[in-house]
């Protein structure tokens, strides 16, 4: 029995089957792709409206959706907290190529702390304020932004590059 119902595809006058008969779901392209925020810290109660404003949310609840796939969860975007352990547990069951993956972090965590690179995540700090759109809100989540140059960033890392050696 399949999870996935296999939708009609009318070619001509003949109907066929569009997924192939492994029952594998479709591939899904860049664009369809849905998103899971992945946080460690708390969302505001502005930032989710923010969330809202361009697509469906649900929030992750071990109550509910414990043992639940991601693929029968009807979303755009998935907050989900791994400070708590069942939600780490359910990360490591999901197929995570399906989604993009964002982690709402502390500024100091980026690039630092070890779940971000065991979920291979875009590290955000801050919600997209000022998206014109759903379409650049989402382009704006996957991108990550530029720091601004700094000096003395540049004379400790130097310096510290030193001392290594």
Not at 44 to 66: A, P, V
Not at 99 to 117: C, E, M, N, P, T
Not at 121 to 129: C, E, L, N, Y
Request: charged share 30%.
């Amino acid at each position: 029995m399949s999870m996935y119902p296999k939708p009609p595809v009318i070619r001509g006058a003949e109907l066929i089957d569009a997924l192939p008969s492994g029952d594998a779901p479709p591939p899904v392209s860049q664009h369809e792709k849905r998103f899971v925020i992945v946080c460690s810290r708390d969302l505001s109660r502005e930032d989710e409206d923010l969330f809202r404003q361009h697509g469906k949310c649900l929030r992750w609840k071990k109550e509910s959706f414990l043992n639940l796939p991601f693929e029968q969860l009807d979303f755009d975007f998935l907050f989900i907290d791994v400070r708590e352990k069942e939600a780490r547990l359910t990360l490591g069951r999901q197929q995570m190529d399906q989604y993009h993956k964002v982690a709402y972090v502390y500024a100091i965590q980026k690039g630092l702390d070890d779940f971000l690179s065991e979920i291979d995540t875009v590290d955000i700090s801050s919600i997209p304020k000022h998206a014109i759109n759903a379409v650049d809100f989402k382009h704006q989540l996957l991108t990550q932004k530029m720091t601004a140059p700094s000096l003395l960033k540049s004379l400790f890392r130097y310096v510290m590059g030193c001392l290594q050696k």
